[in-house]
């Protein structure tokens, strides 16, 4: 839904959207939390690209 509000519609600019998720959510929220912290941040960051690239992409159709 926020993906598709925010006019994320593609799977380049679904994936730089979930870049910006990424941040907010690793970021701000997710270094609240020791387990969050402790996992590795690039596996993670590649998460939020690849669902927002893939969520941007289905939006599309």
């Known amino acids: 839904v926020v993906l598709d509000r925010a006019g994320a ?18 970021g701000l929220v997710g270094r609240r939390f020791a387990r969050v912290r402790a996992l590795p941040l690039g596996p ?8 927002g690239a893939i969520a941007g992409r289905l939006l599309r159709r």
């Open 9 to 26: 519609r593609g799977t380049l600019r679904g994936a730089l959207a979930g870049l910006g998720i990424a941040a907010l959510d690793l």
């Open 44 to 51: 993670q960051v590649a998460d939020h690209v690849a669902f």
